[in-house]
T-cell receptor
Framework: SAVISQKPSRDICQRGTSLTIQCQVD?????MFWYRQQPGQSLTLIAT?????????ESGFVIDKFPISRPNLTFSTLTVSNMSPEDSSIYLC??????FGPGTRLTVL | DQQVKQNSPSLSVQEGRISILNCDYT??????FLWYKKYPAEGPTFLIS?????DKNEDGRFTVFLNKSAKHLSLHIVPSQPGDSAVYFC????????????FGKGTKLTVNP
């Protein structure tokens, strides 16, 4: 199974700022996924990130708000832009075989 | 439209007894199902999976049963241990499709000593 790490593990941010979350995998993977888990809710897929192509966003999520980079087969970033308190969530990356990173706990004040 | 449903938000069992977590799905295209365990402030941990060509898969204390005609699966944990206390998510996807996992809302299991 892939070993997945995320940075930062947690952060507290001010409204209107942006935060970039990094996801590093110890092996090459074709597909990486970004999820959000809002308090008391299930995991919701934000977008699918394939290397060499634009990310594919799920309904309700847009590139301007959640820009994603996928520069190579082991790394991806998710940026949460112009944050509001409603963006306070755990953000998780996942790879194609269903394994998840440890998550990034974001609190927006 | 919730394609994967876990109708019990919580479950409490005694240590040593069986825990049964249930999951229903509506999309008949789903052909692979997974169970995850999640502790607070951690990412989900894969527990066990089952393909639609099977009706049962067992791994140690964990067994998953799949009833395709009822679009229902369940996770059995026996014997339950206090360390099993966590939120359990059921997930499904279509192999050879978009590979996107669809999650249920989770069931919080509490195993009492």
């Amino acid at each position: 199974s892939a070993v997945i790490s995320q940075k930062p593990s947690r952060d507290i941010c001010q409204r209107g700022t942006s935060l970039t979350i990094q996801c590093q995998v110890d092996s090459q993977v074709t597909m990486m996924f970004w999820y959000r888990q809002q308090p008391g809710q299930s995991l919701t897929l934000i977008a699918t990130a394939n290397q060499g192509s634009e990310a594919t966003y799920e309904s309700g999520f847009v590139i301007d708000k959640f820009p994603i980079s996928r520069p190579n087969l082991t790394f991806s970033t998710l940026t949460v832009s112009n944050m509001s308190p409603e963006d306070s969530s755990i953000y998780l990356c996942s790879v194609e075989d269903g394994f998840f990173g440890p998550g990034t706990r974001l609190t927006v004040l | 439209d919730q394609q994967v449903k876990q109708n019990s938000p919580s479950l409490s069992v005694q240590e040593g007894r069986i825990s049964i977590l249930n999951c229903d799905y509506t999309n008949s295209m789903f052909d692979y199902f997974l169970w995850y365990k999640k502790y607070p402030a951690e990412g989900p941990t894969f527990l066990i999976s089952i393909s639609s060509i099977k009706d049962k898969n067992e791994d140690g204390r964990f067994t998953v049963f799949l009833n395709k005609s009822a679009k229902h699966l369940s996770l059995h944990i026996v014997p339950s241990q206090p360390g099993d206390s966590a939120v359990y998510f059921c997930a499904a996807f279509t192999q050879g499709g978009s590979e996107k996992l669809v999650f249920g809302k989770g069931t919080k299991l509490t195993v009492n000593p």
